[in-house]
């Protein structure tokens, strides 16, 4: 049955409207390039909608990349941009990466070639990780309708804690410079440390950068880079400790490439910067690192399951059990680590000391004398050295349990993720599989220099079986590889080393697809844990 829709005065109520004025709109590129930088666009990606007398059609967005602030960037609005024909526009279903959804209610029509207005997204700056727009083709003509998606964020919001949008400038055709102002309005939280380059919607060459410091002070920093549609730099250390950035100078030029536009993993079709195909966008992102590493401590500790033991009730006294571990000391079968944390489970335990027996022999004492309720965790405890691994854990004390039920003790190592593993490897980090829960990505923070390039990995599992569909890498040149698995990997047991194309590179983050199968000889938790190490040759 055909479909009407409501006119354009119910738009206004909605929170729409139209514009067909190029220079004035609301967020237009006027604006965007003025010089306080207030919002910063990302393309979502690209839906298109055919022609029905009849019916509505539909079509999906998804988008490519991680939430990590350039693949898929965290957006408080959206705006649509009509092209190649006019549209009837029922809905949008915005699905965040969460999970969480919002629908959008439009039902108006827009002529070819405008823009709506500004449409806010509930729950503040989210990435995004699929658009479901409603709608069909209407008007003269055969062609279907173009409808880009523009996010927009506030150029003050953060991405990342730490992270922060500094600005964006375009370097047009026939030009060599472009340049923008930095906003600082946050006091402290305004200084980085560190920048990070980000190009869309057309390549670029990208020569060097003329930073200005809030105390009056520059620096040049020497890129010399091809940048394809979507690619971004590694995060560049800028010399001087944290301070204001007030103004980035930008040389370089336009490249015009088809293919590359073409081939570009951001869109679903060739895309142009507004109504521009003639420049291309440079964004420019600031770090704290600080700030930065201080809340993704907990990406940067890799947690093993070591053993298990049960601990009677028995009164006044205590018992003395024994766990001993198995496999040698290779970093899959008994990993090195620096600290031990004890967890609880059946009853509530009391535990007097752990015996450590490391694998050169060394012993060590840790006085605990604390009683654990059920279902909880100790403090993370100090082993004596450097990460090394351990032959064997006495651990000494007592269920406290009034109806007699046994208290199980698992021991859990703990180990810096970016603390080599045996010469020329390195922990990339961990990520757990949970039943029925996409898994969040694995940040990988490089800070090592040449040190942090791989050219292969492993993964291992741990807590549970799992199944392993695929690993998405993200590499520091803004590049991806797919590296498809299909496969069961059992509770302790590791992958062969898998090589990259291409050779060493820096990894940023790793996605892994796969799901957790409970194991008879796993840690009794419903997830399973997928480590994966990477290899320097």
Excluded: Y
């Excluded at 220079?23 to 010089?35: E, H, T």
């Excluded at 208290?407 to 029925?436: K, M, N, P, T, Y």
């Excluded at 050779?503 to 697809?513: E, K, L, P």
């Amino acid at each position: 049955m055909k479909r009407g829709f409501i006119g354009l005065a119910l738009s206004f109520v909605l929170g729409f409207g139209i514009s067909t004025c190029k220079s004035s709109q609301n967020g237009s590129l006027k604006d965007i390039n003025g010089s306080e930088n207030k919002q910063d666009f990302e393309l979502l990606g690209t839906a298109t909608l055919a022609r029905s007398d009849q019916n509505i059609n539909s079509d999906v967005v998804k988008l490519v990349g991680t939430c990590d602030g350039f693949g898929n960037p965290p957006v408080n609005k959206v705006q649509l941009a009509i092209k190649a024909s006019d549209v009837e526009i029922d809905h949008i279903e915005v699905t965040f990466g969460n999970g969480e959804r919002q629908e959008l209610s439009v039902k108006d029509r827009f002529p070819k070639d405008t823009k709506s207005r500004d449409i806010d997204l509930t729950g503040g700056a989210r990435c995004i990780r699929s658009l479901f727009v409603v709608g069909r083709a209407v008007g003269d003509g055969t062609k279907p309708a173009l409808i880009r998606l523009w996010g927009i964020r506030d150029s003050q919001s953060q991405m990342q804690t730490g992270v922060r949008w500094l600005g964006r400038a375009f370097l047009d055709n026939g030009s060599d410079q472009a340049e923008f102002k930095v906003a600082n309005k946050l006091g402290k939280a305004d200084s980085v440390d560190a920048i990070r380059i980000v190009v869309r919607t057309n390549p670029a060459q990208i020569d060097r950068l003329h930073i200005v410091f809030g105390n009056g002070t520059t620096q040049d920093v020497t890129i010399q880079r091809f940048f394809n549609i979507g690619d971004q730099t590694p995060w560049i250390d800028l010399p001087g400790g944290l301070r204001f950035i007030t103004k980035v100078e930008i040389f370089g030029r336009f490249i015009a490439d088809q293919q590359a536009l073409d081939n570009s993993p951001l869109v679903s079709a060739p895309i142009a910067t507004e109504d521009r195909t003639d420049r291309s966008s440079v964004s420019i992102q600031g770090k704290n690192t600080e700030a930065f590493n201080a809340a993704n401590a907990k990406d940067l500790k890799d947690k093993e399951f070591l053993g298990a033991t049960d601990l009677a009730s028995s009164g006044s006294s205590t018992s003395a059990q024994v766990i001993r571990l198995k496999g040698t000391c290779d970093s899959v079968g008994n990993p090195p680590v620096h600290q031990i944390q004890l967890v609880t489970r059946n009853s509530d335990a009391q535990i007097d000391f752990v015996g450590v027996t490391f694998g050169n022999g060394d012993r060590q004492e840790l006085r605990v004398n604390q009683t654990l309720k059920k279902d909880s965790k100790s403090r993370e405890i100090d082993l004596d050295g450097a990460a090394r691994c351990v032959r064997e854990f006495v651990v000494v004390g007592k269920s406290t349990d009034p109806n007699g039920r046994q208290a199980s003790i698992r021991i859990w190592g703990v180990r810096d993720a970016l603390e080599q593993l045996e010469s020329g490897v390195r922990r990339l980090g961990a990520v757990q599989l949970q039943f029925g829960q996409e898994n969040d990505p694995m940040l990988v923070e490089n800070s090592l220099g040449s040190a942090d390039t791989i050219s292969a990995f492993r993964a291992i599992v741990r807590g549970n079986d799992a199944q392993i569909d695929r690993l998405i890498f993200s590499f520091g040149d803004g590049t991806t590889h797919v590296v498809e698995v299909s496969k069961l990997v059992l509770n302790g047991e590791a992958s062969e080393w898998i090589d990259f194309p291409r050779g060493r590179r820096n990894i940023t983050n790793i996605q892994v697809i796969g799901r957790t199968v409970r194991s008879l000889l796993g840690d009794g938790e419903d997830k399973a844990r997928i480590l994966v190490n990477g290899r320097m040759l």
